[in-house]
């Protein structure tokens, strides 16, 4: 079974949580907002954003067990975190070639 979602907001921000909480240099990381997008479009706007607004950037996955130390910005009042928990991902299997193809990102559960 996976961890909880490491990624969670509030009406007053979003924080990265420690999802290896026995682990005690592993500190929750405060951030300006969370970015969740579904398409190569809406990623690409998102890193657009961030950069005309001079903003720290860290992508995570809602199953890859983020660890805050690794992927908190240096400045948290600056920065944003790209979730590619929702992001429209595909995979193609080519059963003739016996191949098959993933997007970036592609989840390995539904």
């Not at 990624?7 to 420690?18: A, F, R």
């Not at 805050?68 to 975190?81: D, E, F, G, M, V």
Request: with cysteine; net charge positive.
């Amino acid at each position: 079974m996976p961890p909880p979602n490491p990624v969670q907001c509030s009406q007053t921000g979003c924080k990265l949580y420690n999802s290896y909480g026995v682990w005690g240099d592993r500190k929750d990381c405060p951030v300006q907002a969370v970015v969740y997008p579904t398409t190569e479009e809406e990623l690409r706007s998102a890193v657009a954003n961030a950069n005309k607004n001079h903003l720290k950037v860290k992508v995570v996955s809602r199953f890859s067990h983020t660890i805050p130390k690794l992927a908190c910005p240096t400045n948290q009042s600056r920065a944003i975190l790209i979730s590619t928990e929702k992001y429209n991902t595909s995979i193609d299997v080519d059963v003739a070639s016996m191949t098959v193809t993933a997007d970036a990102g592609v989840g390995l559960r539904p």
